[in-house]
């Protein structure tokens, strides 16, 4: 995309934004009639993933040339995102230790969604099951990335073994990937009305401004705390990024329309595609984007981790119970490896929060209290995980990439 139109769709998308917003806060039955757009918007980006995703990874892995130069590439980007999910966690007990945000709480009589209480059973032997799926078109079918980006790396690397047989095979994907990216680019000039849509129908689906501020209200102090450690967690990235690339406030500012973009959809899997195109623009290399962006998207969810270490320890203070330094050392490991398995969609954040809550053994009802505010929280968590994937790939690129490979 030329400069000057990139400059000119950010503005649009920023504006689109705040419109949004104030349409949804004042107008809020009339924005749920123009919903239809956003989700059109939404539906145009999911159909890109699955395509992009299989055709980079592929493309990629091609481009290393040596599967040795992979296993490198791998380890630096499982480590380095480990390391960043779990400093996620610790600002996140840290912050909720010391505002206690669910001390005398009302409980209230909030119910559990059946989706969230049907994963009582799950456990962290189910993130691993998930690495590896039996039926690859159920897994597009149902968005779960994680066993198709391991499909794609496998296959890749078999690519690799066969010699100059895999030529031909590797110039197809070079040439799905590219025009996915071509793809990318004319989707994202419908990118201000729906982010425009997106967000007005969801404050105006909470009932409009109005009953939005009495929501926050009930449990201010609970989203106080999570945006106070998610915009330190952000910074902290920044901070990292200056120190390692040298440029942290003018990749932010190239990264701006992933951003918004995911600001606005809630979904840092539906925003994949823009995030690597935005990638593209800022030098990151394609080695990086097509390797790093499509697995941060699925096991790197800094947001979420972060939230979710968090709101159990506002659970266990509106219940009164008081977790040993123990019990949160156990929330600190099950909140990073949940993450981990949390897929980039919306709400996911709940769903693997059972399984963190049920290893400090807390009431799954506690979940309730959190309802009303989730899905604002939601697009705050979902921009730092595409900030935080954002600058895995920019990391890895200078790092390893250009020094090692």
Known sequence: MPHSHAVILLILIILSAISGVLFGWFFGELSLQIGWMGDLFLNALKMI??????????SGIGALGDVRKLGRLGGSTILYYGFTTAVAVFIGLVVVNIIQPGAGIE?????VPERILEKQGTGVSDIFMS??????????TEMQLLPIIVFAILFAMALTTIGDRSKPVFAVFDGINEAMMKLVIWVMYFAPLGIFALIAARIGLAGGGDELFKEIQAVGWHVVTVLTGLFIHFCFLLLLLQLIAGK??????????????GFGTASSTATLPLTMENARENKVSDKAIKFVLPLG???????????????VLFIAQAYGIDLTMTQQVIVFITATLAAIGAAGIPEAGLVTMVIVLSAVGLPLDGIALLLAVDWFLDRFRTVVNIWGDSVGAKVIDTLVIKKAL
């Not at 993933?49 to 592929?58: E, G, K, Q, Y």
């Not at 409980?107 to 119910?111: D, V």
């Not at 998207?297 to 709101?311: F, P, Q, R, W």
């Open 49 to 58: 993933i699955i395509p992009l995703i299989v055709a980079s990874v592929i």
């Open 107 to 111: 409980l209230g009589n909030a119910t």
């Open 131 to 140: 690495l590896i799926s039996p039926n690859l078109f159920a897994s597009a």
């Open 248 to 261: 942290g406030f003018s990749y932010l500012l190239g990264m701006s329309r992933a951003l918004f973009t």
């Open 297 to 311: 998207s699925t096991v790197n969810m800094d947001g979420t981790a972060l939230y979710e270490a968090a709101a």
